[in-house]
C-alpha cells in the first residue's frame, strides 16, 4: 500500500524486516526484489507520490511539486552547476528522460581492478540488465515519434561520419508526449514509481509517503531500523514521527542525500570516503536557429546520441526543452530575449555530457541534514573537453543547416557562421566561463570498494562499519559512470537485493540456534536449581526454596 | 509579509524589463509571476531564499550606481541597456545577478498556456490525446 500522511493520527511504530529509506532507481529495484521473497518490507520517502493524473504538461509545477527544493540543487564552485533531484515516489526516475544504458566495459574493467569489485564480472552484470532491460521494455526509441529536432541532427551527424544513434529507453508504447522529465503523462515511461513500487505494493510493502529519515538506530556496530518524521506538505513543518524497527536498513536516498544522512548519524566515516569524490556528467547545450519549425512538444525529449568521442568521454544526448526550461538557458533579458523566444519554434537544442578527467566534488554537511552542500570545481581539461563537446554540436548544426548556434560559453555566447568556430576551438577556455550549466547524474560519494580504507560499502552493499547496513544507489558508483547511470543503478540494486536475502536468511537460521542456546541454559538452570534444593535437604538447610530458585534464575538471567 | 511585499514590488519592476512584449510575445502579469517567484522561494532551500532575495537587493543597488535611478524610473530602453551591460561583465557574480533573477520569471511566463500557445507550442491537444491513452504493464 502506498500510504500518504493524512491517513495517520498518531506516531507510527512499524516492524519489518527491511526498511528502503528512498524509493527511486535504488529503492524501487530492492523493494521489489525483497517484498517478492516474502519479506517484510517498508519504503520510506520524502516526496510525495503523483500520479499520471497529476502530471499535467506544466513544467513549473512538476519543479515545484516532484524536485527536491523546487529544482534549486546547485554545486557550489567555479561555475556553479545546477544539479536538480528528484523527490517523490519513484524518485529521480520519475522525472528523468528514461535513458537505459549498460555500464562501459572499460569502467567496469577499471572497477575491477582499482576497487576491488573482482566478483562484479561483466557476465553476471550482462545477466541483470538483460533481465532489467525486459522487465522495463528497454528498447531503442522509435524513429516514428522521436521527432524532428532529433532525426535533423542525427542525419547531420551521419554526413559529417560521426557515429550516432538512437538511445535504448524505458518506454512501452511511447508516443512521443515530449513531458519525460515533468512526469509522463500516459505511464509509457516505465519510470521506478509505475513498474518497481506498484509491483512491491502487490508483493506487500508498505510505502510511506512524504516521510523523511533523519536517523538510523545502531546497537553494537548493527543497524537496527530507522527514525524519522512525517510532515505537512504545505507548510513543510513535521507532523508525526515514525520508527521502524528492522532487522536490515538500506540506504537508498540518492548521491547527495544518503553521505548527508550518514554525516548526521556520524556512521561510517573512518574511512573518510563517505561525500569524496562526487562525480556530475556536466552537461553542456546548444541551441541552434533553424529554417523550418521543429514541431516541438511532440517528440521524444532524449531520443538520439552521438558517441563518436566516447574514449574521450563526451556523450551527446539529444534534449528538447520545453518554452520555459528554454527562456531560462538565454543568458539575455528584454528586447533580444523576447526576439530569440518568438523564433522558439525555429529552435533546434540538444545536449552534452563529460565523464570527468580533473573536476573535484565533494558532499559536506550543510546547514540541515536536508541541505547537505555540494561542492564541484570544473577541472581545466574537462572544461576544453567541454568546450568540445560544444564545438561538436555546433558543427552538426550548422551541417543542418543551422544559421546561429547559442553556447552556453562567455565570449562565444552566439556563432553565426562555421567560421565562428575556429575561434572558439582556439580559445583555452576557464571554467568560469560557462554560464548555466548544468548536471543530472551525481554519483560516488559512498563508494563501493573492497578496501575498507577507501570504500564506504563491501562488494556486497552492505557499509564496511556498520552491520546489517545497506546503501543501494548512486552513490556507491566508485567513478565517473560515463553514461546515464539508472539501469547500472538498478542493476547493483537487484544484486544487492541478493546479499540481502542471504543475510536475512542466515540470520533466520542464527535466530533458532540462538533460541536453541536459550533452552539449553534453561534447562541447565533447572539442574542447578534441582541440585541446589537436594544438597540443601540433604544437609538440612531447609530454606527458602523458590528464593533459591529464583537468586540462581537472576543469576542465570545476568549470564545471559 | 513585509519581506512578501518587497518581493512583490520588485518583481513586477523587473519583469517590465526582462519580458518585452512584441507580436509573438504576450505583456506578462505581474501578479501571476510574483506568486510564482513567492512559491518558488518558499519550497526552494534557505539558501535559495537568501540569495535570490541578495540579487534583487543587489540590482537594485547596482541600478542606483550605475544609471543613478531605481529600477522601477528605467524606461526600457536605459533597462534594457543596463541588464545587457551585467549579463556582458567580465566579472562572473554581476554576470550572475540578471541570469538568476530572470530564472523564476521567465519559468513562470513562459509556463503560462497563453504565452506557449502564442508562440505555436500547443499543449492543449497534447494533454487532451494523452488523456486517452494510458499504457499498462
Ligand atoms: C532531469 C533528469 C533526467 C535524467 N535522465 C536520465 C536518463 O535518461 N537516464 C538515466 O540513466 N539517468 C537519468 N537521470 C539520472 C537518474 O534518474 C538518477 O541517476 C537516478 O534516479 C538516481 O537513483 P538513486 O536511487 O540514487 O536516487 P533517486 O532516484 O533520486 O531516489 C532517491 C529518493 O530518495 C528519497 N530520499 C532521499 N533522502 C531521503 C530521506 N532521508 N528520507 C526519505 N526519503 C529520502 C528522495 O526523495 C528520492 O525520491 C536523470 C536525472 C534528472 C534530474
Known sequence: MIRRPEEFDQDLRLEADVAVVGSGAGGGPLAKELSEAGYRVVVLEEGGHFTREDFNFKPGEAFLRMYRDAGQTVTLGLPVILLPQGCTVGGTTTVNSGTCLRIPRSVLRRWQLEHGLKDLTSDEMDLLYAALEEYLFVKRADPEVVGKNAIIFKEAAERLGYSAGFLPRNAKDCEGFGMCPYGCPTNSKQSVNVSFIPDAVRAGAEVITRCRVTHIITRGGRALGVRGYLYDPLTRKRTLSVEVRSSVVALCGGALQTPSLLFHNRLCLSSGAVGRNLFIHPCGSTLALLDEPLGNPKGIPQSTYVDEFSSEGIELEGATLPPSVFAITLPWSGRKHSEIMATYPYFGTFGSMISEHDSRGRVLPGPSPRQPLATYHLGYQDAQRLKLSILLMAEIWFEAGARKVITPIQGFLELSSPRDMSALSRAKIKPHQFIGLSAYHPMGTCPMGGDPDSAVVRPTGETWEVDNLFICDASILPTSLGVNPQLTIMALSVRTAGFIDEKLARGIDRAEALSRIEKWKGRLRREKERLAYRLNTFFGMEGDISQQGETSGTSGAGDR | ?137
Open chain 2, 1 to 137: 509579509m513585509i519581506l512578501e511585499r518587497y518581493v512583490r514590488e520588485r518583481i513586477s519592476e523587473l519583469s517590465r524589463l526582462f519580458i518585452v512584449p512584441t507580436d509573438d510575445i504576450l505583456a506578462p502579469e505581474p501578479e501571476q509571476i510574483s506568486a510564482f517567484c513567492l512559491e518558488f522561494m518558499r519550497q526552494g532551500t534557505p539558501g535559495f531564499r537568501f540569495l535570490y532575495l541578495f540579487t534583487l537587493i543587489s540590482l537594485e543597488a547596482a541600478c542606483l550606481l550605475r544609471k543613478g535611478k531605481r529600477l522601477r524610473e528605467l524606461d526600457s530602453g536605459e533597462g534594457e541597456e543596463f541588464l545587457q551591460s551585467l549579463y556582458r561583465s567580465r566579472w562572473a557574480p554581476l554576470r550572475a545577478l540578471p541570469l538568476l533573477a530572470g530564472l523564476p520569471l521567465f519559468f513562470s511566463h513562459y509556463d503560462r498556456e497563453d504565452v506557449q500557445k502564442a508562440l505555436g507550442y500547443d499543449v492543449e491537444n497534447l494533454r487532451r490525446e494523452a488523456a486517452l491513452r494510458e499504457v499498462t504493464r
